[in-house]
């Protein structure tokens, strides 16, 4: 990327190739895998009609996650006016990685974005980018606005279960890239009601807990 951090990304070309042809692309915070030599199983389900049509299959770790280098924020804002050279954003890395694609790939100079959940945030980053190769973007259900109507709040009402649950696995710490973290531990025992009780019980007893 433009302020030298590398992001890990798997590239899937035919190898029966004559003609160059489109690329399609999918950033994940989930995981790249498999990693190494092993097809991902995109290419066997939802992308195997493309895989019939001989596309170029990209798939890569956001900044921060899994293999690629770098900070990872959730839902990084966009910055509209980049005037320095560490001001990057899930645009900018779109882009970055678009004008590497373009001079490393057999491709006709055609990008396609496609992602669900998640990874149509990432999509939609995509769009943002406005690099000229990028011709379709397709975000599914993608992440917007977390406080109306999204995963964390819905109409303003804090889901505490479905908060906790996501950001003890995507939150989790990841010091250097990697292919395989920990396992994460169980946070509670029993059920969930109870370990929010205890939680909650604990603030009253100590402010200091948290």
Known sequence: M???????????????????????MTRTPYKASPYGKKFNNKL????????????????????????????????????????????????????????????????????????????GFYALMGALSKHPAIKAVVPQAPVTDWFMGDDYHHNGAFMLCDGFRFATSVNRPRPTPTDNLPPAKPYYLTDEYSFFSECRQSERLNPHCR
Do not use: M
């Open 2 to 24: 433009r302020d030298g951090i590398c992001l890990y990304t798997a590239i899937y070309e035919p190898l029966q190739q004559t003609q160059k042809a489109p690329i399609l």
């Open 44 to 119: 066997w389900g939802i992308w195997k009609k493309y895989a019939h049509e001989k596309y170029i299959f990209v798939i890569q770790d956001v900044r921060g996650r899994w293999k690629s280098e770098g900070e990872f924020i959730n839902v990084r804002p966009f910055i509209r006016n980049k005037t320095k050279q560490d001001d990057t954003d899930e645009a900018s890395d779109v882009y970055d990685t678009a004008e590497w694609l373009l001079s490393h790939t057999h491709n006709n100079g055609n990008i396609g974005i496609i992602g669900s959940s998640y990874s």
